[in-house]
């Protein structure tokens, strides 16, 4: 019985220097990153202590030592990394961190975690979604809340987009509202309904755009745009002319040989690859490595 009045008195302390600092954060009083709230939260003790350290220190230093306490949670010291990368011949030994979300050890798992947490955890949405169904169940846990928060904030920046947009529908509006939807719409973030309804916005705003301007990086994304909704044929009315336009153009290509996969149409999908042949059309990497992989399930037929 003592141990639970212990546990829920320390709760309640924990849970009013929560309050505090986040009452200081509004106040702007604790310059910190609405994204230390999820560290505040979860970590007792430690999480509060932490982010007033790393505050008053940034204040009293300067931006200098602030970086440099960041840099100490990002990486370990030297014992743990245990190899030094004294040329660039040594890159290899380098660990991306999704491989290092499987197979560190516990302890270095949540180690990333806080470090992508203090930093820009914009920067690594991909490798936070993918930590959500990591087995460690802290590190998925601070996963989820990190990309909640991220989802939350990005939520609230499209709206204001869109009300600005609808308030005065100017051309710096409507650029700003449609590629930050894109951005939005590429991260992930919108599933189900939501993404669908907001593909179609995004497709219109690009029709917009494109009555405005007539830039080929524009006209890619509002195909591949209608191709994202479903109007396959509106798609490729598009794509067709951006061909007879700018033949030598890769992505263009690219864009037919995917519209062809949509409509399940193989005999296209072989005419298109036969064209890009034909044609030499320069390929990057990625896109040879696309191209190769339906060549040879065109071959496979």
Not at 162 to 183: H, I, M
């Amino acid at each position: 019985m003592i141990s639970l009045v212990v546990a829920a008195v320390l709760l309640l302390i924990h849970a009013l220097v929560c309050l505090v600092l986040w009452t200081l954060m509004k106040l702007g009083l604790l310059p910190v990153r609405g994204h230390m709230l999820a560290v505040i939260v979860l970590v007792p003790l430690w999480g509060p202590l932490l982010v007033v350290l790393l505050s008053v220190r940034g204040t009293a230093f300067g931006e200098g030592l602030k970086e440099s306490a960041l840099e100490s949670l990002r990486f370990n010291d030297d014992l743990h990394r245990s190899m030094s990368v004294p040329s660039g011949e040594d890159d290899a030994g380098v660990v991306p961190l999704e491989e290092a979300l499987i197979i560190n050890d516990p302890a270095e798992r949540r180690r990333l975690m806080l470090s992508m947490l203090t930093e820009e955890p914009d920067a690594y949405l991909a490798q936070l979604q993918a930590a959500k169904l990591n087995d460690d169940v802290e590190v998925a846990h601070y996963a989820a809340t990190a990309v909640v928060q991220i989802s939350k904030e990005s939520d609230l920046k499209l709206q204001q987009l869109e009300r600005a947009f609808k308030t005065d529908p100017s051309a710096q509006n409507l650029n700003e509202y449609c590629d930050f939807l894109g951005e939005y719409l590429g991260s992930g973030l919108a599933e189900g309904r939501v993404a669908q309804i907001q593909r179609q916005q995004y497709a219109r705003l690009l029709a917009r755009r494109c009555e405005r301007e007539d830039a080929l990086e524009l006209r890619i994304r509002y195909a591949t745009a209608l191709a994202d909704v479903g109007q396959i044929d509106e798609a490729q009315a598009v794509t067709d002319q951006l061909v007879l336009d700018v033949p030598e153009e890769q992505e263009v290509w690219m864009l037919c040989l995917r519209l062809a996969v949509k409509r399940r149409d193989g005999d296209e999908v072989h005419r298109v690859i036969d064209a890009i042949d034909k044609q030499h059309v320069y390929l990057s990497a990625a896109n040879r490595e696309e191209l190769a992989f339906w060549r040879n399930g065109e071959e496979a037929r």
